[in-house]
């Protein structure tokens, strides 16, 4: 920041150049970055504002960089035409709002929709708030290499807030509607009549139980490969094929596997906890494989190699020198996988079902929250007067709340476990 | 001596065939899936790929809501993705990485039935507002959210790729001059690019296998959307067809979903072999150059 101040009121620049392309841009920047944010206020709060109010704004923004681009021809040519474009395109746009009606009918084209103004202009206020943006800050620096950089870093952060938009979005409004629905009695007691009253046991211990057949699954499974690759076979043909086929594994599509239930082990087991604990644990075995053999990778050859020369064979060496110190690694490897395994709802789509009672039965059909919550959400259209719709309207919320609470858990699990123990080879 | 040599070839054993467990489930899976969708391969014949599916059992219409919602959720991931990639791996110093990380590797875990449900909650009737649409639940949602899910994926593939780039090729650039951004857009990114690209593959298989999101936004009809390039409409998608359609199908029904279950899984799989084969080649420029 200080660096960037430093810069602007350089004393040199000053001199060699007027600084009446400086002021204009930092308006014209000021304005764009509160045009984007507007716009993004409006679109999220959907309270649009009046439709030819967005023509006065635009016209603003444009005289903004027709001055910038004007006062700045004398500093860079080329560059400076690139923000009268600019400008003029934001004209078009304001004699084009003038000229045409408030909406426009897609529906003459086949399609469904029609484009109404407010949306057009809130996205249009966003996109040329953050062109602007960028482009002013090119004057400010009077284009030189620096100007662009900070535009350009200007967009990636932005880029960067966006991403993580959805995020808030799915974390506040779970626990804005979710948490004020979890009671002691919600948490303890079984499912009665579709959902509507009662609580989420069931669910939850089903959703424990299958995290434990994972872990007796999929774990010693996906270690025992992770060691294989890594330890044994070296750019071995095997190698490459047993690689292969965990990166093609770990594509499959969750409802594939689901079929793969219904077609492999519903016949064997029935729609039982066993059968949807075993596809769960194939689905997550890829991932602990995958990160398994990351955190055997860390570990430096050399260690292995002064153990060998030591004398100690090949399995004590892994047993007493490699493991051990990878096994945070493959800790937090392994409750990603089943963290994310458990959040799974389409394996398990054609094994479960919505009420069951305590205890929960191995050879009895799944519950577990994710079905519990894909369930609820279906039922939300009918079945019940309208107090039991909403009844179940929060439960769906509460479980959502549970769910992502679990998830949340594991990953700071994860997290610590990766940054206590974290070592540099 | 020769007995604990042996020892040790039954502990290599022993992991072998733990570690050949993933080739015997690949083969099961599609042994199971290929032996169910027989029959709709035989009696519906070259009608699979008409759009009609309630009369003709055809899956064209189901493949086609695919192809849109993968493709509108790409436009939305790409972008941003790689956007979000060049900050974290260039611009954002050290502290701001180690936090962002575990916050997208959240974005990732968050399940999907909880994208599906926010989503039908609260995206749909923003969009039926905004377009003034009859319903919000439309292929163009489905791909929004599936966007917003294949997010993460991207990311974190841009930014290995970004960072694998070996550093003397960087500061060579930034000792001639070159300002961090330059040498990003001009030196950095199109050695990077080849490795994204190899991860976009990955990206698409993802969005392509996505269901539980896609059947709470986009809802299982049959009807495909007409014209086929009414995103506003709903339509049916070879996930959520298979989701969505299970419980009331019989007969050849439950055979032509297992179809789409081979579809999915044959595509699926050639995104992932391309990109790990992409992987390799690009791991061996590297390493040789």
Redesign the interface.
């Known amino acids: 920041m200080k660096n960037i101040f430093g810069k602007l009121i350089n004393k040199k620049i000053l001199h060699e150049y007027s600084s009446r392309p400086k002021i204009f841009s930092l308006l014209s920047l000021c304005l764009s970055c509160l045009y984007a944010l507007a716009g993004f206020t409006i679109l999220a709060t959907?309270d649009y504002i009046t439709e030819n109010i967005y023509g006065y704004l635009f016209l603003i923004l444009g005289i903004c960089f027709l001055a910038t681009g004007i006062s700045s021809i004398k500093i860079n040519k080329k560059k400076s035409i690139r923000i009268l474009g600019f400008s003029l395109i934001l004209f078009l746009i304001v004699f084009l709002s003038t000229a045409y009606p408030s909406?426009l009918s897609?529906q003459e084209y086949?399609?469904?929709?029609?484009?109404?103004y407010?949306?057009m202009f809130s996205i249009g206020l966003i996109i040329f708030g953050l062109i602007g943006a960028s482009l002013s800050l090119g004057v400010l620096f009077n284009f030189k290499?620096?100007g662009?950089?900070y535009g350009?870093?200007f967009?990636?952060?932005v880029?960067?807030l966006?991403?993580?938009y959805?995020?808030v979005?799915?974390v506040g409004?779970?626990t804005i509607n979710g948490a004020p629905g979890i009671t002691w009695e919600f948490l303890t007691s079984d499912v009665r009549g579709l959902g509507e009253s009662g609580g989420v046991l069931p669910a939850i211990v089903g959703t424990l139980l299958l995290m434990v057949i994972m872990f007796f699954i999929a774990v010693?499974?996906g270690i025992?490969?992770a060691?294989?690759?890594q330890e044994?076979?070296g750019g071995h043909f095997?190698v490459r094929?047993?690689?292969?086929?965990?990166?093609?594994?770990?594509?499959?599509?969750?409802?594939?596997?689901?079929?793969?239930a219904?077609?492999?082990f519903v016949p064997l087991f029935g729609t039982s906890f066993l059968t949807g604990g075993l596809v769960l644990s194939?689905y997550a075995?890829?991932m602990i494989?995958r990160s398994s053999a990351e955190a055997l990778k860390s570990i430096p050859q050399s260690l292995r190699e002064g153990s060998l020369a030591l004398g100690a064979?090949?399995?004590q060496t892994i047993k007493k020198v490699v493991l051990p110190p990878s096994l945070p690694g493959i800790i937090t490897g392994v409750v990603?996988g089943i963290?994310?395994a458990a959040?799974?709802?389409?394996p398990l789509?054609?094994v479960s079902t919505l009420i069951i009672k305590m205890p929960p039965n191995l050879m009895g059909m799944v519950a577990s929250l994710?079905t519990h919550?894909?369930t609820l959400?279906g039922l939300r259209g009918g079945l019940g007067d309208e107090i039991e719709v909403a009844a179940r309207m929060q439960n769906?919320w509460s479980t959502?709340f549970i769910?992502?609470t679990i998830?949340?858990i594991?990953?700071v699990v994860a997290?610590i476990i990766r940054e206590k123990f974290r070592k540099e080879f | 001596m020769i007995r604990?040599l042996s020892?040790?070839h039954i502990?290599?054993g022993?992991?072998?065939l733990?570690?050949?467990?993933?080739?015997f489930?690949?083969f099961?899976?599609f042994f199971?899936?290929f032996?169910?969708s027989i029959p709709a391969f035989i009696e519906v014949g070259g009608d699979i790929f008409s759009a009609d599916f309630s009369n003709k059992l055809g899956l064209g219409g189901a493949i086609r809501g695919s192809l849109i919602v993968t493709g509108g959720a790409l436009l939305i991931a790409y972008?941003?993705?790689i956007?979000?990639g060049?900050?974290?791996s260039e611009?954002a110093s050290v502290w701001i990485r180690r936090i962002?990380k575990?916050?997208?590797?959240?974005?990732?875990?968050?399940?999907?039935?909880?994208?599906?449900?926010?989503g039908?909650?609260?995206l749909v009737p923003?969009l039926t507002?905004?377009?003034?649409?009859?319903s919000g639940f439309s292929l163009l949602a489905g791909g929004i959210i599936i966007g917003?899910m294949t997010?993460p994926i991207i990311?974190s593939i841009s930014d290995d790729s970004l960072k694998s780039v070996p550093r003397d090729i960087k500061e060579a650039s930034l000792a001639l001059g070159?300002?961090?951004?330059?040498t990003t857009?001009k030196v950095t990114f199109p050695a990077a690019s080849s490795g994204i690209f190899a991860g976009a593959t990955?990206g698409i298989?993802?969005a392509?296998?996505?269901?539980?999101a896609v059947l709470?936004v986009v809802s299982a009809i049959t009807r495909a959307p007409?014209?086929w390039?009414?995103?506003?409409?709903s339509g049916p998608v070879l996930?959520s067809l298979?989701?969505g359609h299970?419980g009331e199908a019989y007969g050849l029904k439950v055979n032509v979903?297992?179809a789409a279950?081979v579809f999915?899984?044959i595509i699926?799989?050639i995104?992932?072999?391309i990109?790990?084969f992409m992987q390799y080649r690009i791991e061996k420029k590297f390493k040789g150059g």
């Open positions: 959907e909406s897609l086949g399609l469904s929709a029609s484009l109404t407010n949306l290499a620096l662009n950089q350009a870093y967009l990636l952060v880029c960067m966006i991403i993580l959805p995020l979005i799915i409004q779970v010693p499974l025992g490969a060691i294989y690759l044994y076979a095997m094929v047993i690689k292969m086929a965990v990166t093609i594994l770990r594509g499959v599509p969750s409802i594939v596997f689901g079929l793969f219904l077609a492999f194939f075995l890829p494989i064979t090949k399995w990603l963290g994310e959040g799974e709802t389409a789509l054609f994710p919550l894909f959400f769906a959502a769910l992502l998830i949340l594991l990953n997290l | 604990k020892k040790e502990i290599q022993i992991f072998l733990i570690a050949s467990f993933s080739i489930i690949i099961f899976i199971f899936l032996k169910e972008p941003l993705g956007g979000g060049i900050f974290l611009v962002l575990p916050i997208i590797e959240v974005l990732a875990g968050i399940p999907s039935v909880i994208y599906g449900f926010i039908a909650i609260i923003f507002d905004s377009f003034r649409m009859v917003v997010l990311i070159a300002t961090p951004w330059q857009k990955l298989g993802k392509l296998g996505e269901t539980m709470m007409e014209p390039f009414d995103i506003f409409e996930t298979i989701a299970w979903l297992f279950g999915l899984f699926v799989s995104m992932s072999i990109s790990e």
